[in-house]
């Protein structure tokens, strides 16, 4: 007894997230689920997407998926942004594919990063709201003054009015062009002319050049200057984040995001995880005449290059493995660099500073003992 869209439409005003959720073995956008997305009209930058269950199929076939479900949202949502959508499986059923569960992983953290986050950018959010709706507050005034302008003083009235609004998409295009209005400003015209219909045109207001003038100059003058107490604000208070549920605990221990992968493998071992490697580091280090147990950085460029990698991830493999900044490296030091150069193209990413299990043992300082 109620129009779901509406209801929906709603609540996108005024929910900082809206996620859309797709099966990806039974990928479909039924006709109600194309209504429904439609009504988030105008909320485009709030809009996440998540291929769940992407377990039930396998690699290749995942590749299709998302490809087919770019295609279908693209019919359904109108807008030059490409959406973000996450890759995973958000149920407790186990992995029925495991070949991709570091990428389930990381998407899942990038999602749960992206909802924590929401109370930073609420300010953010209430402001965009508040230019949204003066910008529609703008045009609709155009619309409500062109309207009565066109209206008749006496005869003809009734058929004057069903003229206009049965001319509804070219008025709006004719104000486009008038006053440089982007189309998306503009609202829906079906709703539009439904609206219309039960109002008397000769009680509208004629336009107020100066009213427009305020909002123009609210959209262009004001909005900076609270953008930057926002951030000043936000810069002066703790960083909020959402809590609990799915963000407490599930990522405790050993099963946090990348334990005991990429860099940070071997954090619990004793022994330094790049040693079960060095001896075949080794045999290619000293093919580059090492001198007094050191290579030079030359010497070491000319066999890091050979991993194809860009020289901009290469130069922060070279400071990390580069422990005592001599410009050299030792057998330990060049190790490391190799055990990095493996890392990044395993496709993990790189610490910002070198963790100290990563640290060559002959690197490490020795403990203070206290007498």
């Not at 008038?178 to 336009?207: N, W």
């Amino acid at each position: 007894g109620y129009d779901f869209c509406q209801v929906l439409q709603w609540f996108a005003e005024r929910v900082d997230r809206i996620i859309l959720l797709f099966d990806a073995h039974k990928l479909d956008i039924s006709d109600e689920f194309s209504e429904a997305i439609k009504s988030f009209r105008g909320q485009d930058d709030k809009i996440r997407v998540v291929l769940n269950k992407a377990d039930q199929v396998d690699t290749q076939q995942l590749m299709r998926v998302y490809g087919a479900l770019m295609w279908s949202l693209g019919k359904v949502i109108n807008t030059p942004e490409v959406l973000r959508v996450y890759i995973g499986s958000f149920w407790a059923h186990p992995l029925r594919n495991t070949e991709n569960r570091r990428l389930f992983e990381a998407e899942a953290q990038d999602l749960f990063k992206d909802i924590q986050s929401l109370p930073q950018k609420a300010a953010v959010r209430k402001l965009n709201d508040l230019i949204k709706r003066a910008r529609l507050a703008k045009v609709h005034a155009y619309i409500i003054s062109y309207l009565k302008k066109e209206m008749p003083s006496v005869f003809g009235k009734e058929n004057k009015k069903k003229e206009l609004i049965s001319r509804l998409p070219e008025i709006y295009i004719q104000l486009q062009r008038e006053y440089h209005i982007s189309a998306g400003d503009f609202p829906e015209v079906k709703k539009m002319q439904e609206l219309l219909e039960t109002c008397d045109f000769t009680k509208f207001h004629s336009l107020k050049p100066k009213l427009i003038e305020a909002v123009d100059n609210m959209l262009a003058n004001k909005i900076a200057s609270l953008m930057s107490l926002i951030r000043q604000e936000e810069s002066n208070m703790p960083t909020e984040i959402v809590h609990g549920g799915a963000f407490d605990g599930t990522m405790a221990g050993p099963f946090g995001h990348g334990y005991g992968e990429g860099a940070k493998e071997g954090a619990d071992e004793d022994e330094w995880v790049v040693a079960k490697d060095k001896p075949a580091y080794d045999e290619i280090f000293y093919t580059l005449s090492p001198i007094n147990g050191k290579i030079s950085g030359i010497s070491a460029k000319k066999e890091m290059v050979t991993s194809k990698l860009p020289n901009s991830v290469l130069g922060k493999i070279w400071k990390l493995a580069d422990c005592d900044g001599d410009g050299m490296l030792d057998d330990e030091e060049f190790a490391l660099a190799k055990h990095l150069i493996k890392i990044k193209l395993d496709g993990y990413e790189l610490p910002g500073t070198l963790p100290p299990h990563l640290v060559p043992p002959s690197h490490r300082k020795p403990f203070q003992t206290a007498e």
